[in-house]
């Protein structure tokens, strides 16, 4: 047994409740080695039997599989709940906690309890540029009081684990469960004594969140939790890994959840046969009939429906950024449309500062404060660096592909406001020397610092010194891109992404800083760019559901066999998981895959992309939204897959359409539908389609492809060698491969030159 096993004592534990009170607890001692005990208690007016079973393995030998079996020998017992407890003997405040997707350094932040929601900082009135992490009032270890607790249920997570970094003693730990027992989801209730240097994690069958839940943007709930009763005879097993390795930081630690994150969880489910490139059309369609407002020339953000004006907001929810995707591969109302919006975003939504304007709602600019802001108009900088990157993508695009974007070039107001949103990045960055959550739209001045909201901008003043030809944007974008890695990414979260959760961690920001790292490693080659562009994708990959959820039987989303594996959870605050990364299709992970040949960044990214077509209303199969009382249009995505009971029901959905759309059409044009490696033989489908390869001499190869779905669908193929996947892709390369258009059900055989 190690010394890192050594500090952990488990224990098999009994327990009895009033509803969702704990009435007592009966626990039985384990030793931490390999063996088989059996106890045999009276408890709660029963006879019990109690086996565990403990397990290592020669691969993983700083590993143990506990595996624990209840029943009730004789008699029955009313509501009682088993598991393991695992007891830490040296905890402190310096340990960095993690529940995936739900918690990072224990959420140990400042708290606005009553902030209600939205939370945003013009509320609380916490301002300035040196402003901490704040939290609304979510699960949360205490920044002040010496005792505190967690409790969560395994849905409440991208994967059902608990982790921890001890920097003292340079050790990561994870603990990995399954998502249910047959009596329901698993309780992970943590609890920590800094008096006595100890910590407590009691995992338990079923999951009892005791006395109180967080709901509704509130934490203290009355917990529905309710343990079973159990029958003579009757018997429930729980499955649990513990892990512990030597790691130097945060993000050694992170990385190593990479191996973990789908060893005890149910592999994907065979996904609906529907590809992107079918569901883009429908996408498209939508968007030129429900988004399009031709009065003032814009794609709102919304599906106005009888309203006569629209809302619209840039970057973050896809404002400014759909226009690529529909600009690129869109019909010519698409293109016409896209090129007006454009027109529209550079003249009337740029504010005096040079940044853009954050909000129109009902046809009337409103600022990002939500109604707080007592006369300061309020700009999150996410937004306008979102909308930066893409307003400069589709310069690049519609100057490079004159024919097919509408003849001519990029007019001037384009690139005037690309400039003017550069150059206000830039004052900000020389006056404050940092970026920021939030600035005054009207002059540029830094409101609220702090945050990482803004983790894109890097990637846009990468870009910004190509298509701008400034090498000014490529020296700030080296600057700000190390404040962003010193400051926020080291520390093993990131923050603010959204506009309405004030600066608690989130996947938003996330996938902006990987996106912003792997920019770098494209524009200079340095090493550091790409393992800091690693240690991103793996603090990415925490907020990425590596399971496919059991949804309750008679709810929409299990009718509808959706697979839940390769959403992404937003943030700490809102506990859903969504279709696609907001608002991105997630190629820096591909670029990354290129860079490093590792295929786990492949792997992760093929679940994000395949995920999204499923939750595409169709005519043939429309999403039901029980809690709007009505089955979405044709095209329509809701952000919503809950798996978590934070709001509306598990499985359920709101009728409301969003920013997945975008994502989707993004991840249509940006990702190839088939990746192949002839001199590896590595071949992998991006898209809900199969392909293999069926022969393969010195000069070509051929590959079987299928097309399983009752739709057309469009194929890009992207082949080259491990020696070319060390060049970077030029910007445009995937979307400017040819389609290979296969019928319904379709098999053909493609043949592919090789070089």
């Given at each position: ?17 009033d509803?969702s009170i ?26 019990w ?47 960095f906690l ?10 140990r ?17 916490d301002?300035?540029p ?16 010496s005792?505190?607790?967690l ?7 991208s994967?059902p ?22 009596l ?6 943590f609890?920590?004594?800094?008096l ?6 009691r ?9 109180t ?39 050694s ?9 789908q ?13 992107l490139?079918t ?31 629209p ?13 690529y ?10 293109i ?10 550079c ?21 990002d ?9 309020w ?12 307003l400069?993508?589709?310069i ?7 024919s ?33 959550q939030?600035?005054?739209?009207d ?27 400034h ?13 962003f ?19 608690a ?28 562009a ?26 509808m ?11 700490a ?15 820096s ?7 490093t ?9 093929r679940?994000i992309?395949t ?10 199969r429309?999403v ?10 044709s ?23 969003c920013?997945?759309e975008v ?19 590595l ?24 097309n ?7 194929v ?9 996947a ?5 910007l ?10 296969l ?5 053909l055989?493609h ?5």
């Amino acid at each position: 047994m190690s010394l890192a096993l050594g500090s952990f004592s488990p224990f098999f534990h009994l327990s009895v409740y009033d509803e969702s009170i704990c009435r007592q607890r009966h626990t039985e001692a384990l030793a931490l080695v390999p063996s088989t005990n059996h106890f045999k208690p009276l408890f709660a007016g029963a006879d019990w039997a109690l086996t565990s079973r403990i397990v290592t393995s020669d691969s993983m030998p700083e590993s143990f599989d506990f595996f624990l079996t209840a029943s009730v020998a004789k008699g029955s017992a009313a509501q009682v709940a088993f598991g393991l407890e695992l007891h830490c003997a040296t905890w402190t405040r310096e340990h960095f906690l993690v529940l995936p997707g739900a918690v990072y350094d224990g959420n140990r932040f400042l708290c606005r309890e009553k902030a209600g929601y939205p939370p945003v900082a013009a509320q609380t009135g916490d301002l300035g540029p040196d402003v901490p992490t704040m939290i609304g009032d979510i699960p949360r270890l205490s920044t002040t009081d010496s005792q505190s607790r967690l409790q969560l249920l395994s849905a409440d997570m991208s994967t059902p684990a608990l982790g921890y970094y001890d920097p003292h003693r340079q050790l990561g730990v994870w603990v990995l469960t399954p998502q249910s027992t047959r009596l329901g989801q698993i309780g992970f209730d943590f609890q920590e004594n800094l008096l006595t240097g100890t910590a407590l994690l009691r995992l338990t069958a079923p999951g009892i969140r005791e006395g109180t839940r967080y709901h509704c943007f509130q934490t203290d709930r009355p917990s529905p939790d309710r343990a079973p009763d159990w029958c003579e005879n009757e018997a429930a097993s729980l499955h649990v890994r513990l892990v512990t390795f030597p790691c130097t930081d945060r993000l050694s630690f992170l990385r190593h959840f990479n191996d973990l994150r789908q060893a005890l969880v149910i592999p994907a489910l065979p996904r609906e046969p529907f590809a992107l490139s079918t569901a883009r059309s429908l996408i498209e369609t939508k968007y030129n009939r429900d988004n399009w407002h031709s009065g003032l020339g814009i794609y709102s953000c919304d599906t106005p429906r009888g309203r006569k004006l629209p809302d619209w907001q840039s970057g973050w929810i896809g404002g400014g950024m759909v226009n690529y995707p529909l600009l690129v591969q869109g019909t010519a109302e698409s293109i016409s449309h896209s090129r007006r919006h454009l027109d529209w975003i550079c003249t009337e939504a740029l504010a005096p500062s040079g940044f853009f304007k954050g909000m129109l709602r009902e046809g009337k600019w409103e600022d990002d404060a939500f109604g707080h802001s007592s006369g300061t108009r309020w700009h999150m900088t996410r937004k306008s660096a979102d909308l930066l990157l893409f307003l400069l993508k589709q310069i690049n695009w519609v100057n490079q592909h004159p024919s097919a974007s509408g003849s001519t070039p990029a007019p001037a107001a384009w690139l005037n406001a690309a400039r003017a949103c550069a150059d206000a990045f830039n004052r900000l960055w020389v006056k404050e020397k940092q970026i920021g959550q939030f600035v005054n739209e009207d002059t540029g001045d830094l409101i609220v610092g702090g945050s990482d909201s803004a983790a894109i901008l890097p990637a846009a003043l990468t870009l910004a010194a190509c298509v701008l030809d400034h090498p000014a944007y490529e020296s700030l974008a080296e600057t700000t891109a190390e404040y962003f890695w010193e400051k926020f990414a080291r520390q093993g979260y990131t923050t603010g992404g959204p506009g309405e959760i004030l600066s608690a961690p989130d996947s938003e920001s996330a996938f902006g800083l990987l996106e912003s790292f792997v920019a770098r490693w494209e524009a200079t080659g340095q090493a550091h760019w790409l393992a800091r562009a690693e240690s991103a994708a793996a603090y990415c990959a925490t907020w990425c559901v590596s399971y496919d959820f059991v949804y309750p039987v008679k709810s929409t989303f299990a009718s509808m066999q959706m697979s839940s594996t390769g959403t992404v959870i937003a943030n700490a605050q809102n506990k859903h998981s969504s279709p696609g990364i907001c608002t991105l299709s997630g190629d820096s992970l591909f670029r990354l895959y290129r860079a490093t040949g590792n295929t786990f960044y492949l792997h992760l990214l093929r679940e994000i992309a395949t995920a999204l077509p499923q939750y595409v209303s169709r005519e043939d199969r429309p999403v039901l939204a029980r809690h709007g009382g009505s089955a979405m249009p044709s095209g329509w995505i809701c952000e919503r897959v809950n798996l978590s009971d934070w709001l509306e029901p598990v499985g359920e959905i709101f009728n409301g359409s969003c920013w997945c759309e975008v994502s989707l059409l993004l991840t249509a044009l940006e990702l190839p539908t088939i990746y192949f490696r002839p001199d590896t033989g590595l071949l992998v489908t991006l898209d809900n389609i199969e392909a293999s390869l069926v022969d393969r001499s010195a000069k070509s190869a051929t590959l079987e492809i299928t097309n399983p779905s009752a739709f057309p669908v469009h194929v890009r193929i992207f082949s080259e060698t491990s020696s070319g996947a060390a060049r970077p892709l030029s910007l445009h390369a995937i979307s400017d491969l040819p389609p290979l258009i296969l019928a319904p059900r379709q098999t053909l055989r493609h043949l592919i030159q090789l070089p």
